[in-house]
C-alpha cells in the first residue's frame, strides 16, 4: 500500500444517513433527516410513538420531554399526543380531570386548534358522565364565532340536550320528557344537519325528536 493509500485509509468515513424507509412512523413532514441531529429526533420520535403502542407511558413521557424541548420540534401541532400521555390510567378515566385541565390550557395558547380541542373537552365529559357540565361547555361556546359554524359542535349539543330532556325518579317508571330541552336537542341537530346535510348522527337523531 502506497503512502497515498494509507492516507486515504486514516481518513473518518462519512455517516450514511439511514433512507426514509428505515424509519417506523412518519413525522417532521416526512422528510429524511440530512443531520445527525435531525436523525437522532426521528429515531426518538420513533420510540415516543412504539412505547404509545406498546402503552409503555412511562418512556413514553420521556421521550416526550425530549421531544418537546428540541427547536425543530413545534410541540403545539402534536397537542394530541401530549393529552393522552397526560396520567397514568387512561384505560379507566382516572386521569379525564388532569386531561381536562389540560386542555384548557391549551385553548388558551393554541388558537387555530380550540374548535377541535373544545371536541375532545366535551368527549371527555361525557366518559365522565358528566353530561349537564358537557352541555354548559358547548353553551358556553357554541354561540360565539367559529364554534357556531361547527356541525360536530352541534351535534354533540343536541344528543346531549336529547339526553338530558329525559328523567325519571324511578327506574321502572317510564321517563319524563322536557319539552323545553327536547326543543334544543331539536335546534341543535337542526343547525347540524344545515351546516353538513351528510351528517348522518343528525340525522338519525332528528327524527327521532319530532
Request: hydrophobic residues 40%; charged residues 25%; aromatic residues 8%.
Amino acid at each position: 500500500m502506497g503512502a497515498r493509500d494509507k492516507a486515504v485509509s486514516t481518513l473518518p468515513r462519512p455517516i450514511m444517513l439511514p433512507s426514509e424507509d428505515s424509519f417506523l412512523f412518519d413525522s417532521l413532514a416526512s422528510k429524511s433527516p440530512k443531520t445527525t441531529r435531525k436523525d437522532h429526533i426521528r429515531r426518538l420520535y420513533d420510540i415516543l410513538q412504539l412505547c404509545i403502542h406498546r402503552s409503555d407511558l412511562p418512556r413514553a413521557r420521556r421521550a416526550w420531554a425530549i421531544l418537546a424541548r428540541c427547536k425543530e420540534i413545534k410541540w403545539t401541532t402534536l397537542w394530541s399526543t401530549a393529552v393522552y400521555l397526560v396520567g397514568d390510567s387512561h384505560s379507566r378515566g382516572e386521569d379525564v380531570p388532569k386531561q381536562l385541565a389540560f386542555l384548557r390550557e391549551l385553548m388558551l395558547h393554541i388558537g387555530s386548534e380550540r374548535e377541535v380541542i373544545l371536541q375532545e373537552m366535551i368527549f371527555r365529559l361525557i366518559i365522565l358522565e358528566r353530561y349537564q357540565d358537557a352541555l354548559d361547555e358547548l353553551e358556553l361556546y357554541l354561540p360565539s364565532f367559529p364554534y357556531q359554524d361547527n356541525p360536530v359542535l352541534h351535534t354533540y349539543a343536541g344528543l346531549l340536550c336529547l339526553y338530558l330532556s329525559q328523567s325519571s325518579e324511578d327506574e321502572q317508571e317510564p321517563p319524563r320528557i322536557n319539552e323545553s330541552t327536547l326543543r334544543e336537542a331539536r335546534s341543535h341537530l337542526e343547525r347540524a344537519m344545515a351546516l353538513d346535510p351528510e351528517n348522518m348522527v343528525a340525522s338519525s337523531f332528528l327524527g327521532k325528536v319530532w
